[in-house]
């Protein structure tokens, strides 16, 4: 509770002009916890209350955003890291019906929720099949901010602001998945070569 806290109050010192707030929850990563308030409130133990804890402090940042008068310009973006940590058990969350999870490069460990949220720019609702990875995100909030990304280095993300935005493709392109030097696996279109 006190990140939601914070993060309001950053965002009410912050309403008056440009700015940029990650809020990585860390609660979901062992050993788990949830604040009393929390606590057997799921159908899912303790790691269904975790999640039920970010839950609202997302719907708290949400509600921050609409009390400043910022909804409708503040990008807004829902993700994670890595599929859930299986060998962690009921504490390390589940893939659902997708193979594996963190540390691997099936889909359990790879495909993680998306969310973009940016009312009166990105459609409510729209189910978005383009694969895309969290490397974009700082590629095409650049874009989006007005800027140009720097030309002293090479960045593995590309920008997918056309297609957040409604494009109906944003061109082929291929991912690869390493594990040290070594190449794990590869994605292209509807491909995947493991």
């Known amino acids: ?14 309403k008056d002009k440009p700015f940029f707030l990650y809020l990585p929850h860390s609660m979901p990563h062992v050993p788990i916890h949830c604040s009393d308030a929390f606590r057997g409130r799921s159908r899912a133990g303790l790691y269904g209350d975790v999640i039920e804890e970010i839950d609202w402090s997302v719907g ?9 008068g910022l909804d409708e310009n503040t990008l807004v973006v829902f993700s994670s890291d890595n599929g859930p940590w299986l060998v962690k058990r009921a504490d390390g969350g589940s893939a659902g019906p997708l193979r594996q999870g963190k540390g691997s490069t099936f ?8 969310i973009f949220r940016w ?21 095409t909030f650049v874009r989006l901010a007005g800027g140009s990304m720097p030309s002293c280095r090479v960045f593995d993300g590309k920008d997918i602001s056309l297609l957040l935005l409604g494009a109906d493709s944003v061109g082929d392109r291929e991912f690869f998945f390493y594990l040290g030097e070594e190449l794990q696996a590869m994605r292209s279109g509807p491909w995947k070569l493991k």
């Open 107 to 114: 889909e359990g460990g790879v495909r993680e929720p998306g």
């Open 60 to 68: 708290r940042v949400l509600d921050a955003l609409k009390e400043n």
């Open 1 to 14: 509770q006190r990140y939601a806290e914070e993060a309001v109050r950053f965002i009410e010192r912050s």
């Open 119 to 139: 009312s009166g720019h990105i459609a409510a609702g729209r189910v978005e099949h383009t694969p895309a990875i969290t490397l974009d995100l700082f590629p």
